[in-house]
T-cell receptor, first 116, second 116 residues
Framework: AQKITQTQPGMFVQEKEAVTLDCTYDTSDPSYGLFWYKQPSSGEMIFLIYQGSYDQQNATEGRYSLNFQKARKSANLVISASQLGDSAMYFCAMREGIANAGKSTFGDGTTLTVKP | ETGVTQTPRHLVMGMTNKKSLKCEQHLGHNAMYWYKQSAKKPLELMFVYSLEERVENNSVPSRFSPECPNSSHLFLHLHTLQPEDSALYLC???????????????FGSGTQLSVL
């Protein structure tokens, strides 16, 4: 079974609107971390936001927030007030156990297109 | 200077060639990584170096040979590659390896490799 599932290959959003990118995960380890990265067409993956499995509150970083629903094993990324520069590929990733984030498992990604 | 720099950006090589990919990080990080990103496949971790020592080697064929001469530089030496090795090769760094689980990765823009 896939450890990280991103069911939306592509998403469209109107500029200035909010968009939610889905991510579900599968792990039996009680300690894990969830990451979201953005990959523009330039190729560089950019860290956006992190949520630890024991964190009580949903993570937020500027216009990015993570809707963490532990019982449902979902970690959806919410981007508020979309901008044209948000058009990119978005990856959800999970680190299990106390291993370093570099051993994260990545999902297949979602391509987001922001329309003017 | 950007945090993680990769050269070359694009590389075309024949199956009998020998070439090297270079990665340099200017962040003072202690861990460096090589990832492979193929079309329609999730990001795959290839190698991890922590304090210049290789700590992970994820069953990568011997035609890929990493080298980490110091904490700022990472190379991937390529020899007798196959067409299926064509992919985007991403280098990343993190402050440490195995110390916490929340450390984010800083990626370079990648080398787009085509093997003919």
């Amino acid at each position: 079974a896939q450890k990280i599932t991103q069911t939306q290959p592509g998403m469209f959003v109107q500029e200035k609107e909010a968009v939610t990118l889905d991510c579900t995960y599968d792990t039996s380890d009680p300690s894990y971390g969830l990451f979201w990265y953005k990959q523009p067409s330039s190729g560089e993956m950019i860290f956006l936001i992190y949520q630890g499995s024991y964190d009580q509150q949903n993570a937020t970083e500027g216009r990015y927030s993570l809707n963490f629903q532990k019982a449902r094993k979902s970690a959806n990324l919410v981007i508020s007030a979309s901008q044209l520069g948000d058009s990119a590929m978005y990856f959800c990733a999970m680190r299990e156990g106390i291993a370093n984030a570099g051993k994260s498992t990545f999902g297949d990604g979602t391509t987001l297109t922001v329309k003017p | 200077e950007t945090g993680v720099t990769q050269t070359p950006r694009h590389l075309v090589m024949g199956m009998t060639n020998k070439k090297s990919l270079k990665c340099e990080q200017h962040l003072g990080h202690n861990a460096m990584y090589w990832y492979k990103q193929s079309a329609k496949k999730p990001l795959e971790l290839m190698f991890v170096y922590s304090l210049e020592e290789r700590v992970e080697n994820n069953s990568v064929p011997s035609r890929f040979s990493p080298e980490c001469p110091n904490s700022s530089h990472l190379f991937l030496h390529l020899h007798t590659l196959q067409p299926e090795d064509s992919a985007l090769y991403l280098c990343a760094s993190s402050q440490d390896y195995g110390r916490t689980g929340s450390e984010k990765l800083f990626f370079g823009s990648g080398t787009q490799l085509s093997v003919l």
